[in-house]
Nanobody, 128 residues
Framework: EVHLVESGGGLVQPGGSLRLSCAAS????????MTWVRQATGAGLEWVSS???????YYGDSVKGRFTISRDNAKNTLYLQLNSLQTEDTAKYYC??????????????????????WGQGTQVTVSS
């Protein structure tokens, strides 16, 4: 059974940093593209960043240059480094596993339907 468990969220001041982790189990982690999405209160899901099986990375415009996605296949763990945090980054952050064990195009990585397993999320609150 696939399990994704996020951690690392918390309360941080504007301009601060956090590192989110997503521990994966139940599948061959290195064979799947992974993604981070977020959901602010009262809003829909927003795609944040993805990493392909070859390590190529992709970012939404609102986080480009501030967030960094990475993966450690030996530890079956996905990361998201959040720097220069803004109040608008306040949201619950979820990691998700791609549906197929193939490299995804940049277009398909942005589609929420490309993913078939989600974690329970970790809350990030940016406030002074």
């Amino acid at each position: 059974e696939v399990h994704l468990v996020e951690s690392g969220g918390g309360l941080v001041q504007p301009g601060g940093s956090l590192r989110l982790s997503c521990a994966a189990s139940g599948f061959t982690f290195s064979s799947y593209a992974m993604t981070w999405v977020r959901q602010a209160t009262g809003a829909g899901l927003e795609w944040v960043s993805s990493i392909n099986t070859d390590g190529s990375t992709y970012y939404g415009d609102s986080v480009k240059g501030r967030f960094t996605i990475s993966r450690d296949n030996a530890k079956n763990t996905l990361y998201l480094q959040l720097n220069s945090l803004q109040t608008e980054d306040t949201a619950k952050y979820y990691c998700a596993k791609a549906r197929l064990a193939v490299p995804y195009s940049a277009y398909n990585l942005r589609l929420l339907g490309s993913y078939d397993a989600w974690g329970q999320g970790t809350q990030v609150t940016v406030s002074s």
